[in-house]
């Protein structure tokens, strides 16, 4: 068994535990930290790489609600973006040190910006110089990022509930078992993927989203390129028909989200005609059935604005599998460090012959 794939399924229980510590030992931290947020004029969510998907779920909270929010990814801020006045920025990284995080932290503090950090490590720079610390305290992935991803984005949702009121136990209750349904889903989607001709060594693949999904959905990309050492591409599903349908041909797969409250009619048209035009679709949704795809993961229910929390879960695994296949190694990373702390260049050390 690969490390990812212990990751994977030790994620259902580690998620259960952080949320535990989140809404109990760490409720006090959660609170002072929306009220900074229920403060602020100004609110930014950054972070890069998996943790900048995580923010595109935080994002859909504070959207829905309404409430004007700037997102932007962290090696940005010193490039196109002014931090305004009376601003607040919530930070996730899961290890507190990359250099993005590192620069970005100059730059708040020179604006004057409150800090909000969400991360797994105390220690670093992030956690030493924010004003609040909201720490999952998950364990650690192998190398690609799968509990460490979905722990920033729960802790993420739950910061954006409370400062807009509304996290409360019952909430809280429904998230925990929507996770425990979650492991048992996991065994039945590992059999499906084993048996589905979806997967092809080397598929051109897109995945489509729309609302909170988009972070699962961009976090799949980087699945593929991580973990299978695949090109793929991850766009709104809405944007998808205006033009880049132009792309599809016979074999091209498709990774498409459903969100049961929210246009679900216009997304499964949308896979329909996929299917008619030669794609292959793989359909990830609560009320979703077999035959509506040819690759199709039915979630257990979840509140849908919370639906990202789980629905990453089978297409980490459809990337694990996906690597087995492309005969890769899942569990190391040819070029990139497992911790980017420096600004140059893209090789720290000589690739190794594959």
């Known amino acids: 068994m690969t490390e990812l794939m212990k990751d994977i399924l030790r994620q259902p229980e580690a998620l259960s535990n952080s949320l535990a510590r989140t809404w109990g030992s760490g409720r006090s931290a959660l609170n002072e930290a929306a009220r900074l947020i229920q403060d602020t004029q100004h609110l930014y969510i950054t972070g890069i790489g998996s943790s900048w998907h995580a923010g595109m779920a935080v994002l859909s909270f504070f959207r829905s609600a309404g409430r004007t929010v700037d997102l932007v990814e962290a090696s940005e801020f010193d490039r196109s973006t002014q931090i305004a006045k009376n601003s607040t920025l919530i930070v996730l990284s899961r290890s507190g040190k990359s250099i993005e995080i590192v620069h970005l932290l100059a730059l708040a503090s020179e604006a004057g910006a409150k800090m909000i950090a969400i991360t797994n490590t105390p220690e670093s720079p992030l956690a030493q110089a924010a004003d609040v610390t909201l720490n999952p305290e998950a364990p650690f992935d192998h190398f690609v990022s799968v ?24 909430l809280v209750g429904s998230l925990d078992a929507s996770l425990a349904a979650t492991r048992p889903a996991l065994d039945r989607w590992i059999d499906q993927i084993r048996a589905s001709s979806w997967f092809e060594r ?103 604005r919370w639906q990202f929390l789980i629905d990453i879960f089978p297409v980490q695994l459809a990337a694990e599998h996906l690597s087995h296949l492309r005969a890769v190694d899942c569990d190391s990373f040819r070029i990139c460090s497992y911790i980017v702390e420096d600004e140059y260049g893209l090789i720290r050390e000589p690739l190794r012959k594959t």
């Open 147 to 170: 509990t460490m991803y979905s722990a920033l984005a729960m802790v993420g949702g739950l910061l954006a509930a409370t400062a807009l009121g509304v996290c409360d136990d019952a």
């Open 202 to 304: 080397e598929a051109r693949t897109y995945f489509l989203a729309r609302g909170g999904s988009l972070a699962s959905c961009h976090e799949a990309r980087l699945l593929w390129e991580e973990a299978a050492k695949a090109p793929a591409t991850a766009m709104t599903l809405g944007g998808f028909r205006h033009g880049p349908q132009e792309i599809i041909v016979d074999g091209f797969r498709f990774g498409l989200w459903v969100d049961g409250d929210r246009k679900p009619s216009q997304d499964l048209a949308v896979a329909a005609d996929i299917r008619k035009l030669g794609g292959k679709v793989m359909l990830i949704g609560q009320d979703v059935q077999e035959g509506m795809g040819d690759l199709v993961f039915v979630l257990p229910q979840i509140l849908s």
